[in-house]
């Protein structure tokens, strides 16, 4: 099961794990926390459709993605959604940047909450983790992907937080033995203008290297677990299949910002856990 705050985020660093994942008949399972609003309400219908194209072009069925349609306000802690709600008092009700106060996704797209229990959540932080824990105790999945505990964006970083709680909810209310592997995955460092370090497209190989901010971060680096990707995501393959679904994250601009979402294509994906 993966936990992502943002449309692109569940396949950044996970695309690899969910070709194989596939590819071996297991179960997969995506839950994309906010709406792709940020720039904007009119972009996050194309947002969650390049997901839903994403996700189905590897084989993930559409009735296992899931959009929970809370608000996407920014990546700075001070002003991130899922931060202030987490970190808030009890009780905070926090408004989208377009005056919305509960859960939202274009019309078209079914809305976890509305589906699950028949009316839209309040942007609270005890919605949220409500949302989050039945969809993961729905499954009780063995392991679970979720955003690094210190990656830079508050949404991420938060949401981690979310997952660990419903975990041990899940622990507490359904199964004492539950201990499922949790991996964290890390896209936002002091410093995406250098992370994840960008390769020469004639290299031989395509690995990641440490962010220069590594010991700032609080992450050691020689625990990381390195997961090859599948022969058809590799760099040296003559049609590279992560690249090419990176790509169909247009509203994303793949090429900007010094090639930031491409360089996620490389030959190994990494993960930390505690």
Not at 201 to 213: R, V
Request: charged share 25%; aromatic share 12%; glycine share 6%.
């Amino acid at each position: 099961m993966l936990f992502c705050p943002h449309e692109d985020d569940e396949l950044l660093m996970t695309a690899g794990v969910v070709h194989r994942a596939v590819q071996n008949g297991d179960g997969v399972y995506v839950n994309i926390v906010t709406n792709g609003e940020y720039e904007g309400e009119d972009i996050s219908a194309l947002r969650l459709q390049e997901s839903i194209r994403t996700l189905t072009t590897l084989g993930v069925p559409r009735e296992n993605i899931q959009f929970f349609g809370y608000s996407d306000t920014g990546m700075e802690y001070e002003v991130s959604f899922l931060h202030r709600l987490y970190f808030g008092e009890e009780g905070l009700l926090i408004p989208s940047n377009f005056g919305r106060t509960e859960t939202f996704v274009p019309a078209e797209f079914p809305e976890y909450h509305m589906a699950r229990f028949g009316c839209h959540a309040p942007y609270t932080r005890a919605s949220v983790a409500e949302d989050v824990y039945t969809a993961l105790s729905d499954v009780m999945p063995d392991v679970i992907y979720a955003p690094c505990r210190v990656d830079r964006h508050g949404d991420h970083m938060a949401l981690y937080r979310f997952v660990c709680d419903a975990v041990e909810r899940a622990r507490a209310e359904k199964d004492a033995a539950y201990r499922p592997e949790l991996f964290q995955f890390l896209i936002h460092t002091y410093d995406d203008i250098a992370w994840p370090n960008r390769c020469p497209a004639d290299a031989a190989e395509h690995h990641y290297l440490a962010p220069a901010d590594i010991e700032k971060l609080g992450l050691d680096w020689d625990s990381r677990i390195v997961v090859p990707v599948p022969d058809d995501m590799k760099r040296s393959s003559k049609e590279n299949l992560k690249y090419n679904i990176l790509e169909m994250y247009e509203t994303q601009h793949p090429h900007d910002y010094n090639e930031y979402i491409v360089s996620f294509a490389k030959d190994e994906e990494i993960f930390f856990k505690d």
